[in-house]
Each structure stands twice: as structure tokens, then as C-alpha cells.
């Protein structure tokens, strides 16, 4: 059991790739006879025009589909063991394969029909040949025999059915490494502020995979001695000793203001130890915006590409924002009432707590939200860590629990002051406070939810976090909101509120 075990531990992430390959396999072979099966329901074999149109019809088109889509799974990156903020772009991966793969088999359906080739037999020259490779794959069904709505269908089950797979994997996988397998034990290069923002996300996202030794410095009095959680291992003289002793696989050089001979000759140093390592360059927090890579002769330079708010974009999430704002705000109208009742039922004062937020390009606006705490207690205090905070109601601890005090936001969303998803507005106070780099989060609409809202972030203070902002407004889209939406839904259902 011990060596089986081990086995597991040294290749978790080729284990897990070959795991995930097949599961995707029998996904999508599930959604095709899902949506064969749907049809056989709502269209019995009398009401067609084919009554032969069985499941083994399908058999080499729901073949070709499963092939096409690993490989458009492949092309997307869903394979790769580096992950994304919150494995977000996965599901956008999950979303544009599908919708290739839909494309590509209805494209080799006509290709691959065999009526092209019976009607040129009599073809000379290399398109002899041509014929011959289009009679050894051709389909053998006619392609008027495969029903289009479950073909179409079928894509449609792909995608949600691989979207569920994929979130129940991610979730497996975050379970696995809170349990210690398939971690990689790493340590960072610099225990300055820089490693130290390491330290913390490490620490603060074990489902990472990556288990933190602790530091290596260049200080020997250092040595020993312990930053927050971590200890200093030793000095950069020991590379080699320490990375044995404490079989460390991977290593963060967090050295972003070293001199580049310095940072050159430890990656040289980690090159021959064969360890895997990674870099922290200098003027990071520029690489944490979109940014391209050009060459003037041999030298890179890194620019930022123009940036337009495209006018399509913005008026489609608006069009998002109405209708999800509209759709809470009708089916929740009685959940309004009923809150409202038992607000003023238990403590006096208004329903609604209204606070002064920040917008987008800095502009301030007044924030709705279900009043929770009593009224004496409300204004610009700091927030309730846990619900035994006694300035919580009864009410207000139900509410905040499951985010539900935050649902007159869409209010907010309908007077255009907000958007469904983007940053979380913050108080002007502590707006006064940005830096340059915090004010990049100011050029977006506020959001009622938004990816720190969905992270283990959410227990720590928003502006102490906005490389959660910074990368949404950097990567904004339809789709990348789509997804905040459902996991947003996810959040709200397991009761990870507020608290």
C-alpha cells in the first residue's frame, strides 16, 4: 500500500491527466446518447421519416464527435497542469471547444460523405489517389440519415455536462491536495515583500497543489529564524544542500529589484541542480496587465496594446445586467417583502442600509443593501468577521450567510451605477488611498459579484487583494462573466457568505 501510494505521489499529475482524459471521454459519449435518447423520447421512431434511425446509426458520428472534441480539449489548453485564478479560464476553455468541435464535425460530416466520392469513380491523376483515402474513411451512413436536432443537442450536453465534470474535478483535486496528495514542496528565493506575497497566496490556497517549505536568503543571521509562518531555511551558498534536505521540486526566485547577474546566475545554478523553477520579473506588476511581447532586433520589449472598450461588448454586458437585474428583481419581489418585514419586525430603522461607494472612473454613488446590523451600529465601522458579532441581527445573520443582503444591489445594477460582475465598489476613504497601479481597478463598473467574491480571498480585505480585480478587468468578456455568474450560484447555495 506504502509503494502504491508513492507511486501515486511522484506521478500524481501524469496519473490525473490520464484520469481527466477518459473521464472527458465517457462525458462525452454520455452526452451524445443523452441527446439520442431525448430525441427516441420526445420523437418515437413512428413519428420520423427514418424509423431505422437507431443508436447504432450514430455510431461513427458520435465516434468522430468524441475524437474531435479531446482533441479541441487539447487545443484549448484543458490539459495543461498550470492553472488559471480560480481555473476560470478552464471554463472558458470548456465553452469555445465545444462550440470548434460543433463546427468541425459538422464540416467533416459533408466532407467525409460518401456520395462525393461514388460520384467521381471515374477521376484520373493524383485525384485517383484522393478517391482512394476519401473510400477508406468515408461515413457509411448517409449523412440525411442523422437527425440535426441530435446532433445539435448533442453539443449542447457536451458542454454542460463537461462544465459540471470539470468543476467536480477541480473540486476532487482541491480535495486531494488539502489532503497532502500530489503536493510538490516549494520554497522562494527572497524573503522580501515580494516572496512574502508568495508566502501568503500559498498559504492561503492550499488546493494550489504547492506545499511551502520556506525561504532562502542571502542573509546568514537570517537563517533560522521565521517570516509570519515560514522559516528561513538558509542562504543561497546552500542551494544545493537545502533543496536535498528538504526535497524541494520546485523553486520561485522572488527577486524583482536584484541586479540581473545576480538573478541570472541562481537560475543558472537551478538549471544544473535540474530543478524546475520559476522567475518574478522585474516591474511584475506591469506583466499582471495584458501586455505584448515585441523585438527591436534582438533586444524584447514589452508594450501594452491599445486599450478600447469595445462598443458591442459594452452594450451586450449591459444587456446582461438588465436582464439578470430585471429576472432577480421580479422573482424575488415577495423574498423583498418578507425580509423587509422581519428588518423592521426585529430592530428599528430602515430596511435598506445605504452606504457612499465608489464607481468606475472614481465617481461616487450610494450602495442599497439589506440592513443586518442594528441601526445604532451601521456606518463606516469595520465589517463583522463572524456571525456572533452582536451587532448582527437574527435576520441579518441568515441574510449575510448566503450573500441575500447584498440582492437590493440590482437596484443599483439598474440605474446603471453597477454591473452583475466587476470589482467590488470601496469606500472613498480607502480609495484615497490607491496607488497607482490600485487605481487600474477604478476603469471598470462596479459588480455585484466578481471573481474575489468566489475566491479564498473573500475572508481578507478587498483592496489587499485586487490582483483578483486587476485580472478580470484585464480579461473581461461575455463568457468570463457568464462563468463568475455560475460559480457565484455555487458560492451562494454552499452558504459561503459574508462570513
Given at each position: 500500500?506504502?509503494?502504491v ?6 506521478n500524481?499529475?501524469p496519473l ?6 477518459l ?6 459519449v454520455l452526452?451524445?446518447?443523452t ?5 427516441e ?10 424509423a ?7 455510431r461513427?458520428?458520435?465516434s ?13 489548453g484543458?490539459?495543461s497542469p498550470?492553472?488559471?485564478?480560480l481555473n ?9 471547444s465545444?462550440v470548434t468541435?460543433?463546427?468541425v464535425v ?9 456520395s ?17 483515402l ?7 451512413q448517409?449523412?440525411?440519415?442523422y437527425?440535426r ?6 453539443f ?6 463537461t ?12 480535495g ?6 500530489g503536493?510538490?514542496?516549494v ?18 490556497v ?16 537570517r537563517?533560522?529564524?521565521m ?18 534536505l ?7 526566485v522572488?527577486?524583482?529589484e ?5 538573478v ?7 538549471e ?12 511584475y506588476h ?9 523585438n ?8 501594452r496594446?491599445?486599450?478600447r472598450?469595445s462598443?458591442l ?6 444587456c ?5 437585474a ?10 423583498f ?15 435598506f442600509?445605504r ?13 442599497f ?29 441568515f ?8 440582492l ?7 440605474r ?11 469606500m472613498?476613504?480607502?480609495v ?17 459579484t466578481?471573481?474575489w ?39 451562494v ?7
Open positions: 500500500m506504502t509503494r501510494g508513492t507511486l501515486v505521489r511522484r500524481f499529475e490525473i491527466l490520464s484520469i481527466q482524459v473521464v472527458d471521454l465517457l462525458v462525452v452526452a451524445c446518447v441527446a439520442w435518447a431525448l430525441r423520447a420526445l420523437l418515437p421512431g413512428t413519428a420520423r421519416i427514418d431505422s434511425n437507431d443508436l447504432a446509426t450514430y461513427e458520428i458520435f468522430i464527435t468524441a475524437a474531435v472534441c479531446l482533441l479541441c480539449f487539447h487545443w484549448f484543458m490539459y498550470i492553472k488559471s485564478l476560470v479560464e478552464e471554463f472558458k476553455a470548456v465553452a469555445k465545444s468541435a460543433f463546427l459538422l464540416a467533416l460530416i459533408v466532407l467525409l460523405k460518401g462525393m466520392a461514388e460520384a467521381t469513380e471515374e477521376s484520373t491523376g493524383i485525384f485517383r489517389y484522393l478517391l482512394s476519401h473510400h477508406a474513411i468515408d461515413l457509411s448517409s449523412p440525411d440519415q437527425s436536432v441530435v446532433l445539435s443537442l448533442a449542447v450536453f457536451i458542454l454542460m455536462f462544465m459540471v465534470s470539470r468543476f467536480i474535478s477541480f473540486k476532487v483535486i482541491q486531494l491536495h488539502r489532503k497532502g496528495i503536493n510538490r514542496n520554497a522562494v528565493i527572497g524573503e522580501g515583500p515580494t516572496g512574502q506575497s508568495l508566502q501568503r497566496k500559498f498559504l492561503l492550499p488546493t494550489l497543489g504547492l506545499n511551502f517549505v520556506g525561504f532562502i536568503g542571502a542573509d546568514k543571521s537563517v533560522g529564524t517570516i509570519e509562518r515560514s522559516r528561513v531555511l538558509g542562504t543561497t551558498d546552500d542551494l544545493e544542500h537545502i533543496l536535498g528538504h526535497k524541494i521540486s520546485e523553486v520561485f522572488a527577486l524583482p536584484a541586479p540581473e547577474e545576480e541570472m546566475g541562481l537560475v543558472m545554478q537551478l544544473q541542480l535540474g530543478v524546475n523553477y520559476h522567475v518574478v520579473p522585474r516591474f506591469l506583466m499582471s496587465y495584458n501586455v505584448r511581447i515585441e527591436l532586433d534582438s533586444i524584447p520589449l514589452i508594450s496594446p491599445e486599450r472598450v462598443l461588448g459594452s452594450l451586450v454586458k449591459r446582461l445586467d438588465l436582464c439578470v430585471s429576472t432577480v428583481l421580479l422573482f424575488g419581489a415577495a423574498f417583502l418578507i425580509s423587509a418585514i422581519l428588518i423592521k419586525r426585529e430592530s428599528k430603522g430602515p430596511v442600509f452606504q457612499t461607494r465608489v464607481g468606475r472612473d472614481g465617481k461616487a454613488f450610494q450602495l443593501k439589506f440592513r443586518t446590523m442594528h441601526h445604532a451600529h451601521c456606518g463606516d465601522e469595520v465589517a463583522p468577521r463572524n456571525e456572533y458579532d452582536p451587532r448582527v441581527t437574527r435576520v441579518g445573520r441574510l449575510r450567510r448566503y450573500s441575500l443582503d447584498e437590493p444591489n440590482f437596484l443599483n445594477v439598474l446603471g451605477e453597477m454591473s452583475v460582475v466587476g470589482p467590488r465598489p470601496e472613498p476613504f480607502i484615497d488611498t490607491y496607488n497607482s497601479a490600485d487605481q487600474e481597478r477604478l476603469r471598470a463598473k462596479p459588480g455585484v466578481g471573481l467574491q468566489i475566491s479564498y480571498a473573500r475572508t481578507q480585505s478587498i483592496h489587499e487583494n485586487l490582483d483578483y480585480d486587476l485580472y478580470y478587468i484585464e480579461n473581461q468578456s461575455l463568457l468570463l462573466d457568464l462563468v463568475i455568474i455560475a460559480l457565484t450560484g455555487f458560492a447555495a454552499k452558504g459561503t457568505g459574508a462570513y
